[in-house]
């Protein structure tokens, strides 16, 4: 009994390594397509994101908006929802912390920037919440409204920044935030962020969240069994808007810290699927706080060094983003491995 | 107050909406099939940047745009193929497997770009498939304007969608595909075959928004670029639900979404901004989910992989 | 008579149970076959085999002479085997024809022939006089005539022989009479029909043989001519061997929970329990006995604030706790071992630790400040119940997933008997748990209504309602029939009472038992 639980958690961390494996042996293929060595192109990828402090630097800067939006995605997860609507609510929250930081120039520091977090956290809460609403309420299912929402969010910003709030420069953007909402950048000329202690921060705070206390408790058995947890006198429908509040406010924080510390200002369309890329890092991290931390980093890793690949050989940097989607495939296909597993342990 | 009226009511107008309208059309046809056979499609975002690729590519490399719109709807026969064999085989979440497919097709797509053309994010310009001029009809006054000279895929698109109509409802097959995305099991004690009713059905849903993708890099266009879906594959998904999962729902919604495409332009003349037309269909498909128009109910059986036994 | 179907020592085995253990059966031309069992005992499994959902693990089948392998329905349906399933296999959104006809379409080309399959629904209907309109939709219909359109359907097919499973379970009685006079036509055409229930009346009044199975297993088949209620009931509930619970004469007190006409409906809108009035004193146990399905799990489901009620109310302790939370009910002083562990009582992927907590995980000590949970009072409060309640392994932080049924049962049990109620309900207490565990499980319910508990135990189980209660009513078709104390009772009359029997008829029998 205690020897098979080994092996399932042994298997836990496995299958991960391996649908990364396996989608790095697929990549290879491509990167042959192409004409050149695998090896010669990995081996790039790895020292161009890894083999310095300042390419670990640029890899956590990277890797600092997926963890926000991985965490938003597992945190759903767990009680019982896929959020795929990071996308949205991210933008939501950088657009409040943006306006925020470009608004209230007069606040000290101090009160400024953590003004403008809140803001950021807000936005993506309030955008959560609405699916979760619905979903409370009136029992529609999260994921066709929260793909809605993503849109929807999109456009209300673009508007909002070309429009009312438009910089007044010829670029699609706001002004810019007031150097006292900024997050401090740690290691110039990389930009990273002080964001990323707020990754690690938020972490820990969904573990604790999880975990430690009474509503984590409701919250992963809503998602775990929500028959029971009525049974148990756990409020179903006001969990499930909690949770999407929270994995709201998230994804909020994702967009929060790419304003605040990267663009320092809002920028129409200036995800590029941070939200999405969510989903994959928090399948990947297995829905937990420190695995998302790790799929996190080995997705910035991969983008870091895809910039070199692509300059130094001729693999496109694109060869990333389809080993991120194999990598998805391979994890989801993992599922049915675990429930062959499950079936036979019930038997 | 004239003019409004006259921008609303104007021919050009309505022409751009149909060809607008155009590749929304096949994708949510594809979107229908899919659904009705108890598959979420959330990728059809994907399969349609397939399709616009693999038709400029063909497109490039033959000369004969035709064979383009042949290539297109393979390569989404391929890639509804990968789903089928991912949500229906491995039974894995057909919303993980949509979002991996999106994702992947954004990829791969890119990384032929730039292999084959290279750096830039947009193709060279290719062999398109030339507008006709429909004898009779281009001869009626307004109408004519409308309707009369247009893209072969856009009086396809509009064929597609008679055809579907009657597959769905007039054929046997049509019957069992209602079947089975509805009570698949209730159909399997029948003897119809639930996964190769699955198959298939999700197989012709990659075929057809490969096809909507064509329109878009070789007939709307000369070229591919960069993610030139631009969310269209969503739009079409609003627009199977904003059509309650019907081929003529699904035209109409897909024809007023083309419609408010097709007037944004205009309209931010006189101070509506063009984003909110853009977010129209998405937030009227949430009002039709939520129930204010009528409410959108999908095949039951929708989302859930089949068990046997 | 020829027999056109033979089953022969079929075999089925299911992950924890033998569902069919060499299980034999005849049908025979332009018979009405009773087939009849309590739940669980094999009925549906075996018809389902012979319709190719399932597939057996031993046995063979023998239709009209010819040894067959089914394997999925379209062979059944092809030896002319039609069935009509409890859950009917319906698509709503289809009319009456398309349903009938789907899997065998009428065609022209690719095209459906809608004409003509409108036009052989109604010249099928009219010869069988099952009225119906071809171009309804089902989701329109009522439940009758839904079963109708099952009925059609297997006729269409050509079926000569036909299984319903539990057919008069969602009929109201008229419908029912309307079933038994469409099977009688059917029978004379010549029609073979496998009639699965547990009624025993309608065994009585339709069929022309009877098989009874329980536990898997066949007990006999006889004519029905030569059988009467008193026998059925007999083969079906089996010999009771009596668990030995000791335990002293209840004292019982006032009323703890009591229920004013309470009415409950279940998911689908059928009223399921029907202005049941009920008091459960404080010191005794009472049993309620019934077949499974006649609303027992939609009362305590109402009880426990899981359910909405349709019409009355509940009281707890003289306080109306009618449609409360289950939270608030709960903390009225509300303990409750529910039907199904595995679908309410327990998450299973969560610790054994966790599930002790279940429900009281917001209160001291589990929580500290309303907000942090306190593991180390977590893990105490654990070890305390594993202890007491002989939990194994004793393992705070295994899942509870890995226990078996006995040790996830008391995982329930202990924590719900732990917080010292003052109504606690039983459902099913000892459903799929070993012999150990029922003995010690028993135990603990005597142990609380000796503590002064109202003790409400509804059980499927005979021996289990006769070994605790201290009171029992029997509950039939959503209503209370009798409540009766335990001496009044034999287990007999039990089982006669569960089946639909009435009080008058049974001392009738007894009556008639003696002269003959």
Known sequence: ???????????????????????????????????????????????????????????????????????????????????????????????????????????????????????????????????????????????????????IALYLTDWLATGPFHGGSWVPETARVSASAALARLYPPTRLSSGIYLALLAALIAYLILWKTKQGYELRAVGLNPQAAEYGGINVAKN????????????????????LGLHQRFIVRFSADLGFMGVAVALLGKNHPVGVLLAAILFGALQTGSAAMDRLTSVPRELITIIQALIIFFVAADYLIRRILRMKEEA | MGDILALLFNTAVFGAALRMATPLIFAALGGIFSERSGVVNIALEGMMLMGAFTAMFVSHQTGMPWLGVLGAILAGLLVGLLHAVFCIHYRANQVVVGTAINIFAGGLTVFLLRYYFGAAGTSPSVATIPDITIPLI???????????????????????????????????????????GEHPRAADTVGVNVFRMRYLAVALSGALAGLGGTYLSIAHLSRFSEGMTAGRGFIALAAVIFGKWTPYGALGACLFFGYADALQMRLQDIGIPTQFMNMLPYVLTMVALAGFIGKSVGPKASGQPYIKG | MDTVLEMRSITKQFPRVLANDQVDFDLRHGEIHALVGENGSGKSTLMNILYGLYQSDGGE??????????????????????????????????????????????????????????????????????????????????????????????????????????????????????????????????????????????????????????????IGTKATSETNEQDLAEMMVGRVVLFNVEK????????????????????????????????????????????????????????AGLRKTAGGRVFLNGQDITDWSPLKIKEAGFGYVPEDRHRRGLVLDYSVADNLILGFHGKKPHVRGGVWRDDKAIEENAEKLIEEYDIRPPVASQPARSLSGGN???????????????????????????????????????AQRDRGAAVLLVSAELDEILSLSDRIAVMYNGQIVSVMSREEVTEHKLGFLMLGGRLEDYRAGEVNGHAE
């Open chain 2, 138 to 180: 281009s001869q009626i006054p307004w109408i004519g304007r409308i309707i009369g000279r247009q893209n072969p895929l856009v009086y396809l698109a509009l064929i597609a969608v008679v055809v579907a109509h009657i597959v769905i409802y007039r054929t046997s097959w049509g019957l069992r595909l209602r079947a089975v």
């Open chain 3, 248 to 303: 002293k004469p209840a004292e019982p007190g006032e009323d703890v929970l009591y229920l004013d006409r309470l009415s409950v409906k279940d998911q689908f809108g059928q009223v399921k329990v029907k202005e049941v009035e009920l008091g459960v004193r404080s010191g005794e146990v009472l049993g309620i006995a019934g077949v499974e399905g006649n609303g027992q799990s939609e009362l305590v489901e109402a009880i």
């Open chain 1, 1 to 151: 009994m205690q020897s098979r639980l080994k092996t399932i958690r042994w298997q836990g961390i496995a299958t991960p390594l391996v649908a990364v494996f396996l989608a790095l042996l697929v990549g290879a293929g491509f990167i042959l397509f192409v004409g050149e060595n695998p090896l010669t192109a990995y081996r790039i990828l790895f020292m161009e994101s890894l083999g310095s402090v300042r390419n670990i630097a640029t890899t956590l800067q990277r890797a600092t908006p997926l963890m926000f939006t991985g965490l938003a995605v597992a945190f759903a997860y767990r009680a019982g929802l896929f959020n795929i609507g990071a996308e949205g609510q991210l933008y939501m929250g950088a657009f409040a912390a943006a306006w925020v930081g470009f608004t209230f120039t007069a606040l000290p520091r101090l009160i400024h920037l953590p003004l403008a977090i809140l803001a950021g956290m807000i936005g993506g809460a309030l955008w959560g919440a609405i699916p979760g609403f619905l979903k409370a309420k009136l029992g529609i299912h999260e994921v066709i409204n929260t793909i809605m929402l993503n849109f």
């Open chain 3, 61 to 218: 089948i023998i239709v009209r002479g010819q040894k067959v392998d089914i394997n999925e329905p379209r062979v059944a349906i092809d030896l002319k085997i039609g069935m009509v399933f409890q859950h009917f296999m319906l698509v709503e959104p289809l009319t009456v024809a398309e349903n009938i006809v789907l899997g065998s379409e009428l065609r022209k080309g690719p095209f459906l022939d809608t004409k003509r399959a409108i036009q052989e629904v109604e010249e099928l209907s009219q010869k069988y006089g099952l009225r119906i309109d071809p171009k309804a939709k089902i989701a329109d219909l009522s439940v009758g005539l839904q079963q109708r359109v099952e009925i059609l359907k297997a006729l269409y097919r050509g079926a000569e022989i036909l299984i319903l499973d539990e057919p008069t379970a969602v009929l109201t009685p008229q419908e029912v009479e309307d079933l038994f006079k469409v099977l009688r036509a059917l029978r004379a055409q010549g029609t073979s029909i496998v009639f699965i229930t547990h009624k025993i009346k309608e065994v009585l009044s339709l069929s022309d043989r009877v098989s009874v199975l329980r536990r898997g297993k066949k």
């Open chain 1, 240 to 259: 499930t808007i909690i949770a999407m509040a929270i994995s709201g406010a998230l994804a909020g924080l994702a967009g929060t810290e790419q304003i």
């Open chain 3, 408 to 446: 996830q049962q008391k995982i329930v049990v202990g924590r719900e008997f732990t917080q010292d109620p003052s109504l606690l309900i039983c459902a099913q207490p000892t459903r799929g748990v070993d012999v150990g565990a029922i003995e010690f499980i028993h135990k603990q319910v005597i």
